[in-house]
C-alpha cells in the first residue's frame, strides 16, 4: 500500500516580495551563474537555502530557516493541504501542460515494491543532502515520482481544479508558468488517496534524495522516540499521473572530454552500424535523430556522422544476459555497452572527468566548438511507459538516462521534519 497524506507546508509569506525573485531551479541544477543571479534577485531568494555560497552552509542554511520564520518572511500553514502542481511551458514550438501533487509520501525501501527506481545512483550526491537533511530537518525540495492513472481519476480531477483560481501564478527563471493549488476539503484529499493507494511509483528525479530520506529515517529512528505518524518517515514528493499529456522526457546528450574520435573507430562503427556525414546544424541533426530508430550522432567540432543500428542481435552479445530485452534495446544502454565501451574501449568513464552530460543539441556543440570536449554523442530520449517497465522489472538503467522536463521549482513548499512533528 502507498500511503500519502497532506501536511502543513512552510512557505514564503507576502513580506519576503514576489515569487518570481524567490524561486529556483533544483539545487543540482544551479551552476555559479545561475546561483549568482539568484542572490542577486532577492535576500529571501531560495537558493540561499538549498544551495548557499557561504562556506559552512549546512548550518547557514539552518539559521536562515530559522530567522525568516521569526521574521515572517516563512510561514507554516496551521491547517494540512495537498497541493495540486501545474506547469506550463513551450518546446520544440509546441506548448505542453503537467499536473501532478504535492503530497507526504510515506518513505518505503525499494525491497517493499511499492516505490521503485529506474537509474542508477552515485554516492557523492546522497551525503551532501544527507548533511543538509540533517542540519536544517526540513525537506527543501520534492522529489519526482510518477503513477499509473489509467482510469483518468487524478487527471480528471486536476482538470477540473485548474478552472479555479490558483493559489500561485508565476513564471520561474526559465519561462515555465507555475500554477499552484492548495487543497484542504477531506473529500478532495481523500480522492487522491484512494485513486493512488493500490499503484505502483517510481522514482522521475530525486533517487539521490529519497536514498538520502530513508537513511536519514533510519538515523532519527535509532536516536529518538517516534511513531508511524512521525514526520521524519515520510518525503514531500511531486507525483505525476503517467498518461499525463504533458509528461515530457528530453534526451541527455554525452561528450566525452578526453577521447578523439579516429578512423579506426569509425571503421569500428561500421561493422555495427549504418555510418554516413550529415550536416553539423543542431536542427538537422536533431531531425535525423527525431526520424530514426537507434539512432546516434556524432560531433567532433568539424564534421558529423549519423549512425544507424543496423541489427539488435548483433549487440546482444555485448549486453548483460540476466538483462531485460527492453533494457537491451534502450538506445543509452546501446551507447554505453555497444559504442563506449566494446568499440571505443574507454572502461568506466568518470563524470566530470572523461565525460560530461548536456541536455540541448547545441549546448552540446558548442562544448566542442569551445574546447570544453572531444566529442559529442546525441541520442533520442526514452518514454515514460519504458522507464515504468524496467523499473517494475526491477532493473536500472544507465546513470542520467532521462532527463523530466520542466524541472519542479523550488520554493514553493518545504516540509518541516523537526523532533515532535506529526502527519
Known amino acids: 500500500m502507498v500511503e500519502i ?53 549546512y548550518e547557514i542554511s539552518k539559521q536562515r530557516i530559522l ?9 507554516k500553514d496551521k491547517e494540512p493541504a495537498i497541493f495540486v502542481y501545474r506547469q506550463e511551458f513551450r518546446l520544440f514550438r509546441k506548448t505542453h501542460t503537467r499536473t501532478g501533487f504535492i503530497a507526504a509520501l510515506r518513505l518505503q525501501p525499494y525491497e517493499e515494491n511499492k516505490v521503485l527506481p529506474h537509474e542508477i545512483t552515485h554516492k557523492g550526491p546522497k551525503i551532501d543532502r544527507l548533511n543538509m537533511l540533517r542540519a536544517t530537518q526540513r525537506n527543501l525540495e520534492t522529489g519526482f515520482l510518477l503513477y499509473p492513472d489509467p482510469e483518468k481519476t487524478t487527471i480528471n480531477f486536476f482538470a477540473q481544479i485548474a478552472k479555479t483560481r490558483p493559489l500561485i501564478d508565476t513564471n520561474d527563471s526559465l519561462g515555465v508558468r507555475n500554477l499552484i493549488w492548495r487543497l484542504t476539503n477531506p473529500e478532495n484529499i481523500k480522492l487522491i488517496q484512494e485513486a493512488v493507494i493500490d499503484k505502483q511509483f517510481v522514482i522521475a528525479d530525486g533517487h539521490h534524495r529519497y536514498e538520502t530520506a ?12 517516534w511513531d508511524k505518524n512521525s514526520a521524519f518517515n515520510f518525503r514531500m514528493s511531486y507525483m505525476v499521473p503517467i498518461q499525463d499529456e504533458g509528461l515530457i522526457i528530453l534526451p541527455i546528450h554525452r561528450l566525452l572530454k578526453r577521447i578523439e574520435l579516429t578512423t579506426d573507430t569509425l571503421q569500428g562503427f561500421q561493422k555495427f552500424f549504418t555510418v554516413s556525414e550529415i550536416n553539423a546544424d543542431a536542427e538537422n541533426l536533431r531531425n535525423f535523430l527525431d526520424n530514426n530508430k537507434h539512432a546516434f550522432c556524432i560531433y567532433d567540432g568539424k564534421k558529423a556522422y549519423g549512425l544507424l543500428l543496423k541489427n539488435e542481435k548483433n549487440v546482444s552479445q555485448f549486453m548483460d544476459t540476466t538483462w531485460s530485452d527492453t533494457l537491451c ?22 563524470i566530470d572527468d572523461d565525460i560530461l552530460y548536456v541536455r540541448w543539441i547545441k549546448d552540446a556543440m558548442r562544448k566542442v566548438d569551445n574546447g570544453k570536449a572531444k566529442l559529442a554523442f546525441l541520442v533520442n530520449s526514452t518514454t515514460p511507459e519504458k522507464v515504468l517497465e524496467i523499473a517494475r522489472n526491477r532493473e536500472r538503467m544507465p546513470e542520467k538516462s532521462t532527463d523530466f522536463y520542466p524541472k519542479m521549482v523550488s520554493g514553493f513548499t518545504m516540509m518541516d521534519l523537526s523532533l515532535g512533528e506529526k502527519l
Open 5 to 57: 497524506r497532506p501536511f502543513r507546508a512552510i512557505h514564503y509569506t507576502e513580506k519576503a516580495g514576489d515569487y518570481e525573485n524567490l524561486i529556483t531551479q533544483p539545487y543540482d541544477k544551479i551552476d555559479q551563474n545561475m546561483q549568482r543571479e539568484y542572490y542577486r534577485k532577492s535576500r529571501y531568494n531560495y537558493c540561499r537555502l538549498t544551495l548557499p555560497v557561504e562556506e559552512n552552509r
Open 67 to 75: 530567522r525568516w520564520i521569526k521574521e515572517g518572511i516563512l510561514s
Open 214 to 225: 530513508i537513511a536519514y529515517r533510519n538515523e532519527r529512528r535509532r536516536h529518538e522516540e
Open 329 to 350: 534495446s534502450l538506445d543509452v544502454t546501446i551507447l554505453r555497452d555497444v559504442i563506449f565501451k566494446a568499440i571505443m574501449k574507454t572502461g568506466k568513464l568518470k
